[in-house]
């Protein structure tokens, strides 16, 4: 029978590596010299006890560093993202999936280019991240970042990633709702190492390079490692995968014969003018069909340029929408990170060792998305001023003068429609991040625990992280105030406002320069690149919007670890512990953001964060072996919480063994999580939303070319009384355009903790019936009920329910819903507030399953050993329900939420060669019928523009995909070659109808979904 120091081997390096295997390696009966052997005590994730053996009760998956370094993935991210426990969630920030018109991004929990993990579709505020055991601190920028940065990791470092897939908080505490992700760094390293990697897709954009030195030394009373690591990835912009499409697109599919129809339908107006008399007319020079030089209609535009619709088409066909504007939107985001680390332990007396952990991580990136675009409204007359500039008044009506403005080609008021080059959302982004932990360790050699292996391990870690955000904006104070102060004097135009009082006092404006908005420059039909033709203009009106945030977190924990006594069945453990950890943030915006002072099409206002809190723990946990085949864990941790109280926390675990190759085992747990720093203090955060999403403005069917159709108005009675009891009219909002909605989320101190229970039950078989080969087999099904969730509420359902569930306007979230007021005709709301509040629950189901097979064969005179493994998760459920009174909505099988994911790999190890396929499959998704949007068929869909059926229904469906990769490794004493292609044959996301879905240009963005393309991997190392 093999040993065990080989099944260890075999398990922690080649049999699921990216797989994300999980067996914890199984208990076998051993003869008696197997028995004798004396294995290192290690601690496991999932348990602070320390073992002599790699298993464990709870299900703990693993991903080999090295082998994911054998199929081309270069960062803790990628490493991560692959894994099927990971779902629902889009791990890297600058994966953006887009707000349905594309501009005005919001920003994600964790701040541009932030790279997070969640497990089981629970989110990342709810999954905890560990460094070698030990807690790490939220870092980013904006607002109140959630969780660690994965880019922060030095990936050159990573020997393996433990992930726990049951609740763990009575072992780890609050955040451990969904599980565990432990991340083990290489240490007790001697030599050096130099690594280089570089991945090019087959399409531009998206090529890595990854360059990392490693060196360390150790004697018989310590050692030291210290690495070092820069990683640069280049930016996926859409236009560089017109592979995968061409153009914004609407997508329908008929129901009946499941026929898809597809066009290239940005309906967003660009190069064009807004007159209150016509409507929208295009800009089209030299050419007119109403009578005004130089500009048409729609119709005239688009026989202009050969198209049926002057705003349907591809960039190529019209320049007429943001088709060209969307192809310039990033679909993945770049990042540059610089890693320094070093780790080492020295002992200081017999038994006692001190050790230490200090890093400096550097993160860069900029996001960039769709522009926003700019519609000023322009006068047809400005005030006629002296040489004094005095007005200068009419004899005859004594009024102001009144004279055409020359800077307004029409006349009357006009609203230049375009995007701007000043005005791109291009977000920088510089994250710098220190961590040092301090600690000792060593035995409790005195009295009673001495004989019974008691040992210590307490320690202190500080954290700081501290970023920068830069955006471009346009100051809206000097928008107004070129155009609201724009006069003609003797001496031409001027602006600016006029000094009245007597003295100069401390007031220092910038000098008014006024702006013509209608400046050939700015069209692109008149070959313009989109920029005001002074620089003067542009430097009165741009500058960069800047917020700045530190977060810093101090923790401490100490623990004693030992025997208690023997039973008749093996020896009782127990550890006790105590943890105090205290976050705090200070989140700065410039005076522009927090006063709302940046021109844009929803008011992009964030006010500062700055919080603190603190967390005192106590926990205990003991392993009993009640009987040679059963073993009981159980485990509690009293957590006392500075702003929400206290709460006691446990967890029961047991395994039997009814036979030396099967397991059983089953955990039971209870959590306990106070809302983090961003749910208590995220001051005024703003997103937007679709103006379409107000229940106020006319449906697209009853939109008749700007004429009200009450015939296809499918709204209920009880919502237009409550559009009409809110100022609005139903039927005129929105007929000639729609605008953002935005909104505004925030932080609340009215809101409690969440508690939930987590279940898992399972097997693990290890066949022990020949010594010719090893088969593993786990299954394990898991449920995880959360209560009383802290979420930010979906503005769309707020809309919905404010003006749908109950008339009067009687509904407590029509409280949340603010409109401009004025006229109803164009009473748009001004804010929706989607700030934290404690929602109903949250419910995670499904099975994990995992197989492992390990054999050797021989080619020849050649030996070849091979390792093949599966692993697959099978999500039947993650529900979520707002309100004991809302609906239950499921989303497994919806886009970014799969049925099925599963990682198949095979390993061939023959002398010094080894080669590595991997495939990857994503379940197909849809949404569930309900959900359908039904109510489409307007006169730019898809459906009518190409002569298709009635019927069809908005596409939200895409088939499931296999992803295939291959990789070949030459390994000699000194060094080791690994060269290979990722998705092999070139499998593409699918396209959804936006808005159905977390999509960009159409193409589904998530972390499940391969955004690169094809791609060749190249990875050489040298080791001194």
Request: aromatic share 8%; hydrophobic share 40%.
């Amino acid at each position: 029978m093999k040993t065990w120091k080989c099944r260890l081997r075999l398990f922690c390096l080649a049999p699921f590596a990216l797989a994300a295997t999980s067996f914890s390696v199984t208990a076998q009966a051993q003869d008696d010299n197997e028995q004798e052997e004396v294995l290192e005590e290690i601690v496991v994730t999932g348990s602070k006890l320390r073992r002599n053996e790699f298993s464990s009760i709870s299900p703990v998956q693993i991903i080999g560093g090295q082998d994911s370094v054998r199929i081309g993935i270069a960062d803790a991210a990628q490493m991560i993202a692959e894994s099927p426990v990971v779902f629902g969630t889009q791990l890297d920030g600058s994966v953006n999936a887009g707000s349905t018109t594309g501009a005005v991004e919001g920003v994600s929990a964790s701040g541009p280019g932030a790279a997070t993990v969640a497990l089981r579709g629970l989110g990342p505020e709810r999954t905890l991240l560990l460094l070698n055991g030990r807690r790490l601190a939220p870092s980013g920028v904006r607002g109140a970042p959630v969780a660690p940065d994965l880019n922060l990791i030095p990936s050159a470092m990573i020997d393996r990633i433990e992930i726990l897939t049951d609740g763990a908080s009575s072992i780890y505490g609050a955040d451990a709702v969904a599980g565990v992700v432990n991340i083990i760094l290489r240490d007790d390293f001697e030599g050096m190492e130099i690594r280089g990697f570089t991945s090019i897709p087959g399409d531009s954009g998206g090529e890595e390079t990854l360059l990392s030195v490693i060196g360390g030394a150790s004697n018989e009373r310590g050692n030291f490692t210290i690495a070092a690591e820069f990683f640069n990835r280049e930016h996926i912009f859409a236009r560089d995968r017109s592979g995968f499409n061409d153009c914004l697109r609407d997508i329908e599919v008929d129901p009946a014969t499941g026929r898809t129809f597809s066009v290239c339908a940005d309906g967003r107006p660009d190069n064009s003018v807004f007159l209150f008399s016509q409507g929208f007319v295009y800009d089209t020079p030299g050419v007119t069909d109403i009578g005004l030089p130089g500009f048409s209609s729609n119709a005239g535009a688009a026989a202009l340029i050969g198209q049926p619709n002057a705003t349907l088409g591809s960039a190529a066909e019209t320049p007429y929408n943001l088709q060209q504007e969307e192809l310039d939107t990033q679909l993945q985001g770049d990042v540059q990170r610089v890693n320094l680390f070093a780790t080492g332990s020295f002992e200081f007396a017999d038994g006692h060792s001190a050790y230490m952990e200090t890093s400096f991580s550097q993160r860069t990136n900029t996001d960039i998305f769709t522009s926003e675009q700019a519609f000023p409204a322009i006068p047809a007359l400005i005030p006629l001023v002296d040489a004094d500039d005095n007005f200068v008044i009419d004899p005859m009506t004594n009024q102001i003068t009144m004279v055409d403005n020359p800077l307004n080609p029409f006349d009357e008021v006009a609203l230049p429609v375009y995007s701007l080059a000043g005005l791109t959302q291009r977000r920088s982004t510089d994250i710098d991040d220190f961590r040092v932990v301090l600690g000792a360790e060593g035995d409790l050699a005195f009295g009673a625990l001495g004989d019974k292996g008691w040992i210590y391990d307490v320690f202190v870690a500080y954290e700081e992280s501290s970023g920068t955000s830069i955006q471009a904006g346009i100051l809206e104070p000097h928008v107004r105030e070129s155009i609201d102060t724009l006069r003609l004097s003797p001496t031409g135009l001027v602006c600016g406002l006029s000094r009245t009082a007597p003295g100069f006092g401390f007031l220092t404006p910038a000098p008014c320069v006024p702006v013509n908005y209608f400046a050939d420059s700015l069209f692109t039909t008149r070959g313009g690149d989109k920029r005001f033709e002074t620089q003067a203009e542009e430097d009165f009106l741009f500058g960069n919007v800047i917020n700045s945030t530190t977060l810093e977190q101090t923790h401490f924990s100490g623990l004693v670890t030992g025997d208690l006594f023997s039973l008749p069945a093996g020896t009782v453990g127990l550890v006790v512990g105590l943890e105090w950890r205290e976050n705090s943030i200070f989140s700065a915006n410039d005076f522009v953001r927090a006063q709302a002072l940046s021109a844009s099409e929803a008011p992009d206002q964030e006010g500062d964060t700055i919080g603190e809190t603190s967390i005192f723990d106590i926990y205990a946990e003991t392993e009993l072996p009640l009987a040679e085949w059963a073993t009981l864990n159980l485990s509690a941790r009293f957590t006392d919480e500075e702003n929400f109280g206290n709460e006691t926390t446990y967890s029961i675990k047991g395994e039997v063994q009814p036979t030396d190759s099967l397991r059983l085992r089953g955990t039971f747990g209870t959590t306990f999580r106070a809302p983090n720093l961003r749910e208590q203090f995220l001051a005024g955060q703003a997103g937007v939303i679709a103006g379409a999403e107000d229940p106020c403005v006319v449906p697209i069917l009853a939109n008749n070319g700007g004429v009200y159709d009450p015939t296809n108005d499918n709204r209920s009675q009880t919502v237009l009384d409550n559009c009409v009891l809110d100022g609005v009219d139903p039927t005129a909002l929105g007929l000639q355009a729609n605008v953002l909605i935005p909104t505004q989320t925030g932080g609340s101190t009215d809101i409690t903790a969440e508690t939930s229970e987590s279940f898992t039950l399972g097997f693990v078989y290890s066949q022990n019936f020949t010594d010719a080969f090893d088969l593993d087999l786990s299954v394990t099904y898991f449920d995880i009920n959360v209560e009383a969730t802290v979420e930010e509420l979906d503005p769309v359902s707020v809309l919905n329910r404010c003006y749908n569930d109950d008339p009067n306007l009687a509904n407590a979230l029509c409280d949340r819903v603010t409109r401009s007021g004025g006229d109803p005709t164009t009473n748009t709301i001004s804010r929706v507030d989607s700030s934290f509040v404690n929602l109903g629950l949250v419910t995670s189901k499904g099975y994990d399953i995992n197989a492992r097979y390990v054999d050797d064969f021989s080619i020849g005179e050649k030996f070849v050993e091979m390792s093949l493994s599966a692993t697959g998760t099978n999500y039947s459920e993650l529900k979520q329900q707002i309100d004991p009174e809302s609906p239950v909505d499921d989303r497994v099988g919806e886009a970014g939420f799969p049925e099925w994911s599963w990682v198949l790999r095979g390993n061939f190890t023959m002398d010094n060669w080894g080669v590595v396929w991997r495939s990857r499959f994503v379940g197909e998704f849809g949404l569930d019928a309900d959900d359908v949007d039904t109510s489409n068929n307007g006169a730019r869909d898809a459906c009518n523009v190409l002569g298709g059926p009635t019927t069809c229904i908005k596409a939200n469906a895409g088939s499931s995909i296999w992803y295939h990769d291959l990789s070949l490794t030459y390994e000699a004493d000194e060094w080791t070659i690994t060269g290979g292609v990722r998705n092999l044959l070139d499998e593409r996301p699918p396209l959804i109808d936006q808005g159905q879905g977390p999509a960009r240009l159409n193409i589904v963005v998530q972390s499940t979904y391969d955004l690169f393309g094809r791609r060749a991997f190249l990875n050489l190392s040298r080791r001194f």
